[in-house]
Structure formats: C-alpha cells, structure tokens
C-alpha cells in the first residue's frame, strides 16, 4: 500500500493561460491526483479527478488532438469510470485497464463545470521504462523571459532525438535540452521527447515511449499582472506564481499565506494548506498528499487518512463500535455519546458496565451509577434510597 501511495503526486495546475475565462469567476477547487508513470502490466493506471466542491459535470479527454481518436476508441473493456477511491471524495475517478497498452501515456485532461464555472486540470503519464524522462512535469515562467526544458537519458541515444509541441515535431530540437527564447503565451503546450532510429517509422513515440512535460506561460512579463499588465506583482516564495489576472500568488500544494511564505503548519496539507492531517499521535503529514508516517489516527481510515470512521463505529481503525442510546452515532475519535451513556453503561467509551446495568432502582426510580458495581436510587418521592422499594 505505501508503495503505491509514495508514487502519488497531487498536481494541482489552475490554468494561468489557456483558458481566461475561467480566472474572471471563482477557480474551483480541483485536483488531479495521479502517479506520472503507468503500471505497465496491470489495471491500476488511472487519473483521479477530487473536487472540493458539488461538480455538475466532470470529464476525461486526452489534451493533444493527436490523441484523440485512441482516446475516444477505447472500449469499455479496456477503461472504467467511476467513483473517487478511496470513497469520501467528490469527483470522479478513470482507470486504464492494461489492455489500453499504450493509449494510457499521453497528457490528459479533467474537466469539471461547477456553480464556479468550467475549470480544466491537466496532467501527464508515461511509461516507467521509457529511456527519456522529463527532468520536472511543469515549468511556469513569464512572457519575455527564457528557458530551458531539460530532459533526462538512461540508456544510450539511439540515433536522434526528436521533440514534438503540442503533437507537432519541433525542427532544430535534438538534444536532450530544449532552450526557448523570449517567450510567449503561444510557447505555452505539452512538450514530447523521445529517440528515433533513421531505419524504422514512429521511433520511441510510437512505442509510448516519449518524455513530456508541459511549460505554462504567464500572459505578462515577469513581475507583472493585468490585461494591461501594467500592475506589479507580489513576490511570491516557494514555487509560487503571480496569477497574471488577479495579481494573486497561486501556492503550489504544501505552501498557503498571501505570497505563499509559509510552509503547511503541522496538521495541514495540500493546496492552499486547506486539509487537514490525521495522523495518530499528532504527527504531521506529508504536506502535499497528507499520507501520514504511520497509522491514521483513531476516527479516521484511508491511504492519506481523510476517510471519517462510518457511522456507529469509532477509534483506532474505526475498530470501536459505539455504544450510545438507541444507536445513536458516537464521537468517531473517542466513541463518547452526545447525550451521555446509556443507563448501565460509563467510561469515556461508554463500554464499561457499571452498577445501574441490572436496573436496580424500581417503581420509576432513577440510577446513578456511583463506581463499577455502586450506585444509588433517586425515586419518584425525591429520596435516596437502595431500591425505592416501598416500605
Ligand atoms: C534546465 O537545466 C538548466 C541547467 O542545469 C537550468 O539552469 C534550468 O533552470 C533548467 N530548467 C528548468 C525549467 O528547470
Ligand atoms: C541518422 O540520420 C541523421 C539525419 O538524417 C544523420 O545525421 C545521422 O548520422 C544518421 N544516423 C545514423 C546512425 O545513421
């Protein structure tokens, strides 16, 4: 299990450039929860798509029109659509099915209308295996400045090394590097490198075998927002990017405060630090994915520990059943009841018996349990007696 969950990354991208309309209304909160590499030989490759608020409407879609035609051709046999595992989480979630092969490398998309509008979270998968890998998945910078898009090689070069935008085979690239000059908002895409031999058609790319990464550009020059952008920027720590339209430091997950200084306090994690850790003993999580070190802790279950106990059962694990009148549902953390115990019943849980259990007290008296095998009767008359019995 913890295998699996150290590949995750949560990639939370609003989009700075591609889409503006969505930057004038409230951004809703999305997520795209993915491992960047597939598991090549079973049906555990998926994109998860969490929304912190009520979607109308959520879907999936490959990013390059090249991709469209495979995406769209997958059968039902060979992709699933469904529900946010593990349960608890809104949005929805797409499994590739290992028979998809090589349609599960690529860039995709999850697109979730809201009463905030449309926003649309994007990310890539690659093969584990493939020779070229992509040194970061995302690079932001602004119009005007330059950049390198570094790439890495395990194995030897075949005979060239070819890079595609946007689907489209970029001449004059074939290193490893890719250095692009004075940007622009256009420069803005998905960015695809892989080896190709001079004797067979396709090269790495037709083997799913390409690197990608994905560069944003800002609208405006650095330090600089606005549609004129002509107002000035905060200065925004960790990784954090000036929204060109609001002016606004976008934190990456792991970092909240106005121009992102400051790091999730320990009991938060994720973007805008906006969840909360539930580790046992207090311990913090990871600030980006809130796994925590070891157990969750007691109230809650699930891999980053975000998963109350169901109703009717409390502690750690969720292993305590409660025990509160008439089935009424306990604190989740330490199984106490919102009305007190039931009659015969005490301790923080309500799980130890106590004196009153036997219902001693007749004729309308009430118990009050004074120790595990004491109490005393307050009968109808308002005295104290040891039954009430009469005489
Ligand atoms: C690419 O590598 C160069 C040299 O190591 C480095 O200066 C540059 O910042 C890197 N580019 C990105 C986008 O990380
Ligand atoms: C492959 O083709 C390129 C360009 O046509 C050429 O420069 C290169 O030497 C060729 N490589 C081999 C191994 O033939």
């Known amino acids: 299990m913890m295998q699996v969950v150290s590949w995750w990354i949560a990639v939370v991208c609003v989009n700075l450039v591609a889409n503006p309309k969505s930057l004038t209304d409230a951004v809703m909160d999305v997520t795209l929860v993915i491992d960047p590499f597939i598991e090549e030989y079973n049906d555990r490759t998926y994109l998860k798509c969490v929304t912190g608020e009520e979607a109308y409407d959520i879907n999936f879609g490959p990013v390059l029109e090249s991709q469209q035609e495979q995406f769209y051709g997958l059968s039902s046999d060979q992709v699933v659509v469904g529900d946010v595992w593990p349960e608890g989480y809104r949005g929805a979630m797409y499994w590739f099915r290992q028979s998809a092969g090589g349609a599960r490398v690529g860039a995709f998309f999850c697109d979730v209308t809201g009463r905030g509008g449309k926003e649309r ?4 998968k690659m093969k584990p295996g493939a020779p070229i ?12 400045e330059s950049v390198t898009l570094n790439m890495t090689s395990s194995s030897e070069p075949a005979d060239r090394i070819e890079w595609r935008k946007d689907g489209d085979v970029l001449t004059g690239a074939d290193a490893l590097q890719f250095r692009l000059e004075d940007v622009r908002v256009e420069d803005s895409g998905i960015y695809e490198t892989y080896y190709v031999t001079n004797q067979t058609v396709g090269g790495g790319r037709a083997r799913a ?9 800002r609208a405006c020059p650095v330090g600089l927002w606005g549609d004129e952008c002509s107002m000035k920027c905060p200065t925004c720590f960790n990784g954090g990017v000036c929204h060109p339209r609001t002016g606004v430091c976008v934190c990456p997950p792991g970092f909240n405060g106005p121009i992102c200084e400051k790091a999730c306090s320990p009991g938060t994690f994720g973007a805008g630090c906006s969840l909360t850790c539930h580790c046992e003993g207090g311990v913090s999580c990871n600030r980006f994915t809130g796994v925590c070190p070891a157990d969750c802790a007691p109230g809650y279950l699930g891999t980053n520990c ?16 409660c025990n509160c009148h008439g089935g009424v549902t306990c604190n989740i953390v330490d199984g106490s009841c919102p009305e007190g115990c039931p009659e015969g019943y005490m301790g923080p849980d309500c799980q130890e018996e106590n004196g009153c259990l036997s219902h001693p007290c007749m004729y309308g008296g009430t118990c009050h349990p004074i120790g595990q095998d004491r109490y005393y009767c ?14």
């Open 121 to 124: 979270v994007t990310a890539a």
């Open 133 to 144: 890998q992509p040194r970061v998945l995302t690079t932001t910078v602004s119009a005007g």
């Open 209 to 217: 075998e390409q690197a990608i990464m994905r560069l944003l550009v």
């Open 306 to 321: 975000q998963i109350e106990c169901k109703a009717g059962t409390y502690g750690l694990h969720c292993d305590g059943r």
């Open 378 to 391: 307050r009968c109808t008359d308002g005295y104290i007696s040891r039954d009430c019995h009469p005489g």
